[in-house]
């Protein structure tokens, strides 16, 4: 979250960066301030020596001098790691579903396949 203007917001992308000789564990927030329209960023690093967290935020042009830095060192984006819609993948649990008429009678029976990503796949439908 950042708070800029009075204003509180969410990041609008995030960067996982490379490793250098000083620091480990970086990660850049980059967000933009609803009220001023001004770029925001926070870079999260850890100090290899003294393994101390540092938060550095920034807004402006100083903000932007720091994302065209960092783009050299980016190694990918939490974009990246989001799941395409698709076919389900990874771990899959059968999902069952009875579809009924007026009366009540089971008219069919869906088969599908879920991902714990919200991802679904019909497979198989059954007429009594």
Same mark, same amino acid.
């Given at each position: 979250?950042?708070?800029? $203007?009075?204003?509180?917001?969410?990041?609008?992308?995030? @960067?996982?960066?490379?490793?250098?000789?000083?620091?480990?564990?970086?990660?850049?927030?980059?967000?933009? $301030? %609803?009220?001023?329209?001004?770029?925001?960023?926070?870079?999260? &690093?850890?100090?290899?020596?003294?393994? *101390?967290?540092?938060?550095? %935020?920034?807004?402006?042009?100083?903000?932007?001098?720091?994302?065209?830095? $960092? *783009?050299?060192? *980016?190694?990918?984006?939490?974009?990246?790691?989001?799941? &395409?819609?698709?076919? %389900?993948?990874? @771990?899959?649990?059968?999902?069952?579903?009875?579809?009924?008429?007026?009366?009540?009678e089971v008219i069919k029976i869906v088969q599908?396949? $879920?991902?714990?990503?919200?991802?679904?796949?019909?497979?198989?439908?059954?007429? %009594?």
């Amino acid at each position: 979250m950042f708070n800029h $203007c009075g204003r509180k917001f969410r990041a609008s992308d995030v @960067w996982f960066l490379a490793d250098t000789k000083d620091c480990s564990n970086r990660t850049l927030y980059i967000g933009y $301030c %609803p009220r001023c329209n001004k770029t925001v960023t926070r870079l999260f &690093e850890t100090n290899k020596t003294q393994n *101390k967290t540092f938060n550095k %935020p920034k807004s402006g042009l100083k903000a932007e001098k720091e994302i065209e830095l $960092c *783009k050299s060192d *980016k190694l990918y984006t939490y974009f990246d790691l989001v799941i &395409e819609k698709g076919k %389900p993948c990874g @771990w899959i649990y059968g999902e069952n579903k009875e579809i009924r008429n007026s009366k009540g009678e089971v008219i069919k029976i869906v088969q599908k396949a $879920c991902d714990y990503y919200g991802q679904k796949e019909t497979i198989k439908t059954i007429r %009594p």
